[in-house]
């Protein structure tokens, strides 16, 4: 506000203001529009008249009950399960001594960008009962070819194991931040006063820790009933549905949008109280740790203990990273991808198929980079000037601005692709089709965590740099540009690549809103894995993993950026 | 040896398509047989382009795709393949919203080019080779459409893991409790294939048989191409249905499989090809259409798709199984018009997705 009162006559000529005022029409076309849609189809039938026989349906129909029970024990048990795994280890990563710490951070950030689709074809790979190879090496091991299977991936055991194995990271993240935050100095406090290791543990680490372990689960919680692409490969092999895809295949011809749309609310209701509860966990860490200062966490001598904790460590990622990679690579070279690589089966055929005769690689990729490239450049522009906005309390609205540029983070990639499909498959805006469609749905997507990576960012650059530049006569955004941007030049490159890498990762919105002509790389790979193509799918995803890490690698190369954002698929 | 023999046995064993199909339903007056005329090659290449939507398996599809860029260079055929229930549901889908992407279509379920029809989404085209060499109850009365491939459901099984002597010979063997949790089929809502065989199986053998199916935890995939798949990958001894002419590929790879024709009679899949009205490269389209059906097309149908074709010029492959000797289910893709939305629920019912 102060702003304004330094210029009050230029600003009815500053061309900022129609700017701003184009950026919340921006954020309610994307936002606004869908769930709008999708709340108008959930209560209309065919016919459009209003009617509440699509929700009565959703809770007597068996068919639909039934995925949603499911959806809560696998959303509820891969929860638990990566809290039990995620918070230890993130302690490990941040309080103790184990060696090779960065190493295990480096590992966790592959898991968390491993497409949950492409980690759960290479577990069909590894754990499958009959061919998977991790199966067939026990066979071997104990000697009876004809042995119950150790591992079945499907079933739903299995797939939850799946599904934790690409949500853990965020839990991991969660913690292992927080832990870095907590001070040092209550925990010497407890020390110095005679407490030990387990008596400081139990009564001080882990009650400040304990939040972001909830926190953690929350948002594992949310992951595991919005991801489509693990339970549509998976789960019908073993006979059951999610609601993801149940909502999938409710668009089988002939197509029901209506119940789509109906079946889309619960997990849109069930979201926004997660978060809230996360909101509210979250607000009480803060205030936990207001008495400490700020110094550098004591690290716990683990002794000998440092190399069981290592091993542990390595173990658990063993399951995201260095098996489903294993068998992707394996099955690329493989004759028969239930086989390992020999020098009798050893082939190039599968690699020569995926770029001299599978006519859809080409477009895909191209479709794939242009959509990866725009949505991360319109959502970096869209997160830079909205943050500014909020950041700066710049216009009277901004507390809209920055409610609408967080509250896709409630809406499921599934969901947000059903409310677009209703929205823009019909006059007035028909982009059913078109790349315009997609690149919404992923903005869209990738927004909430930009806003809030860059607002962060904003926050620690001071206000009085650019008053300097609009008392010299500047525009507001000419100040934006030349005084703020260079500033936070390293926040924005990772909020341009984290957007990048999030885009190659997505299926669950591309499935419903693709057209032959606009296929991406995810949704190719899941079309051969209808077929049973394993051979093309380990080549593509191999290609997507090498261009991830080319990514990922660029961001840690940019000095002093160490945080991650939430990724959604 | 001449296909003749099959294209007799098809006669034979598909009246009920005859009488009752999208086909022969009157004698109107077809449109003329066309050529492939210079000016219709250069009009196709002009256009440079064309998009194939297609339920056949994708290496068989790109293996079509590309010996047609090979015979007319400067055609750049893009293939888009999913299973054929998927590609109505896509057509539909775009249809719908005025997207105009599709050129020519060849699904694995005949009642897909009924409905099109009736849509008044389809154009007239009656290639050369159609009205000459294939039987006239092939082919739409109005020109829509052609039957251009012929394949059975069968059953299979992996011989590595079954003896030969012990091998299901009959659907009525795979209710054995010793094949619980041994078996893989596919889904009628997104194979075109196991759409039509699911409706012939259950008239022939009532739903009471997959209801008995149901109950021993067959593994469920989509495509009708995977079954044979993962009997190669040793991940199922056995295949309830599925393609069988990727399972005769697989064998001649040297993988460990072999077909079984149940004796019950073998369900019989017909995959008609149609031009789209609205298509945007309509001269490429037709010249496909053309070779797709004339004797080059029609033979690798034979040769690699391992597929049976119902030109009269083209050769069967020494050694293959002949329609003739194999007990078929009869087709009738309006039947499975009528029934596809109850057959798609009852199976959702039955086997749980």
């Known amino acids: 506000m102060t702003l304004a009162l330094t210029a009050p006559r230029r600003a009815r000529l500053d061309p900022s203001w129609p700017i701003l005022i184009a950026f919340a029409a921006i954020l309610i076309a994307l936002i606004v529009l869908p769930m709008s849609w999708l709340a108008y189809f959930s209560v209309t039938d065919k016919t459009g008249a209003l009617t509440l026989d699509n929700f009565a349906k959703l809770v007597t129909d068996p068919t639909f009950v039934d995925p949603l029970i499911t959806t809560v024990i696998l959303a509820t048990s891969s929860a638990i399960i990566c809290c039990v795994v995620a918070a230890p280890m993130g302690w490990l ?45 026990y066979r071997g091991i104990i000697g009876d070819p004809g042995a119950e299977p150790l591992f079945n991936i499907y079933t739903l055991p299995g797939l939850i194991f799946v599904i934790s194995c690409y949500t853990f990271p965020y839990v991991f993240v969660l913690v292992a931040n927080a832990l870095d935050r907590i001070p040092g100095d209550l925990e010497d406090a407890s020390s110095i006063l005679g407490g030990r290791m387990w008596v400081t543990a139990r009564r001080v680490t882990i009650p400040l820790a304990l939040p972001a372990v909830l926190a953690g689960a929350l948002v594992a919680f949310l992951q595991a009933m919005t991801l489509f692409g693990s339970p549509a490969i998976l789960a019908l092999p073993a006979g059951f549905h999610t609601m993801t895809t149940k909502i999938w295949s409710l668009f089988q011809y002939p197509p029901k949008p209506e119940l789509a749309a109906a079946a889309s609310i619960p997990l849109l209701v069930l979201t926004v109280l997660l978060l809230r509860a996360e909101h509210m966990i979250l607000g009480r860490r803060s205030y936990a740790v207001v008495g400490g200062k700020q110094s550098n966490p004591r690290l716990v001598q683990l002794g000998g203990w440092k190399w069981v904790a290592l091993g542990l460590a390595m173990l658990v990622l063993m399951n995201p990273v260095f098996l489903p990679y294993g068998a992707l690579l394996n099955a690329a070279f493989s004759r028969t991808a239930s086989q390992f690589v020999s020098l009798t089966n050893f082939t190039l055929h599968n690699i020569e198929f995926v770029f001299f005769e599978l006519s859809a690689t080409k477009l895909a990729f191209k479709n794939t980079f242009i959509l990866g490239f725009l949505s991360a450049t319109i959502g970096t522009i869209i997160a830079v000037v909205i943050s500014y906005l909020t950041a700066r309390r710049a216009i009277a609205g901004w507390r809209a601005l920055a409610f609408l540029a967080t509250a896709p983070v409630a809406v499921p990639g599934i969901v947000l692709g059903v409310g677009l499909f209703l929205s823009y498959t019909r006059p007035p805006f028909v982009l059913y089709g078109t790349l315009w469609i997609l690149l919404i749905a992923f903005v869209t997507i990738a927004l909430p965590a930009a806003y809030q990576q860059l607002q962060a960012a904003f926050r620690t650059v001071s206000v009085d740099l650019e008053e300097a530049s609009r008392i010299l006569g500047a525009t507001r955004l000419q100040a934006l540009s030349h005084i703020t941007a260079p500033l936070l030049r390293t926040s924005v490159i990772a909020t341009w690549c984290f957007i990048f890498v999030g885009v190659i990762r997505e299926l669950s919105a591309a499935i419903i809103l693709f057209t032959s002509e606009t296929k991406v790389i995810s949704v190719l790979i899941f079309d051969l894995n209808e077929s049973g193509d394993l051979g093309a799918i380990a080549v593509l995803g191999i290609i997507m993993l090498v261009i991830t890490f080319a990514v990922v690698v660029a961001i840690n190369r940019i000095p002093g950026f160490g945080g991650g954002v939430r990724f959604r698929s | 040896m001449r296909v003749k023999v099959s294209r007799r046995a098809l006669l034979r064993s598909t009246t009920a398509l005859a009488a009752s199909t999208a086909f022969a339903t009157r004698a109107a007056a077809a449109p003329p047989a066309e050529p492939v005329t210079q000016a219709l090659i250069a009009a196709a290449q002009k256009e440079g382009k064309l998009a194939f939507y297609t339920a056949m398996d994708l290496p068989v599809a790109e293996k079509f795709a590309k010996a047609f860029e090979a015979k007319y260079a400067g055609i750049a055929v893009r293939v888009e393949r999913s299973g054929a229930e998927r590609v109505f549901q896509r057509i539909g889908q775009e249809m719908a919203s005025n997207i105009h992407a599709v050129d020519v279509v060849n699904t694995a379920d005949g009642a897909h080019v009924i409905v099109w029809k009736r849509n008044g989404w389809l154009a007239p085209y009656v290639p050369e080779d159609v009205a000459r060499h294939f039987p006239a109850q092939y082919h739409d009365p109005d020109g829509m459409s052609a039957l251009t491939r012929v394949w059975l459901s069968s059953l299979g099984y992996n011989t590595n893991l079954v003896k030969p002597e012990d091998a299901p010979t009959s659907f009525a063997d795979l209710l054995d ?157 309006a039947g499975v018009e009528a029934q596809a939305e109850e057959i798609k629920a009852r199976y959702a019912k039955l086997f749980g997705v």
């Open chain 1, 93 to 137: 990563v941040a309080r103790t001594d184990m060696p090779l710490r960065r190493t295990i951070r480096a590992l966790v950030t592959a898991s968390f960008v491993t497409p949950p689709f492409l980690g759960a074809i290479a577990w069909e790979l590894l754990a499958a009962p009959n061919s998977g190879l991790l199966n067939q090496l």
């Open chain 2, 177 to 333: 409790p010793k094949w619980m949790g041994k078996m893989v089929k596919a889904h009628p809502a997104y194979s075109g294939t196991i759409m039509t065989a699911t409706f012939q199986i259950a008239r022939e053998l009532g739903w009471g048989y997959l209801e008995k199916l149901a109950k021993q935890k067959v593994m469920q995939v989509q495509s009708s191409t995977d079954p044979p798949k993962k009997l190669a990958l040793g991940e199922r001894a056995v295949m309830a249905d599925g393609n069988d002419y990727n399972l005769i590929q697989l064998k001649e790879r040297g993988q460990p499989v072999e077909v079984v024709y149940p004796s019950e009679g073998t369900p019989f899949v017909t995959g008609p090809t149609a031009v789209f009205k609205s298509a945007p490269n309509p001269n490429a389209a037709r010249l496909f259409q053309s070779w797709l059906h004339a004797r080059e097309g029609q033979q690798l149908l034979v040769d690699f798709a391992r597929q049976h074709s119902l030109h009269d010029q083209v050769t069967g492959k020494p050694g293959a199984a002949k329609l003739s000797d194999i007990k078929l289910m009869k087709d009738d893709a």
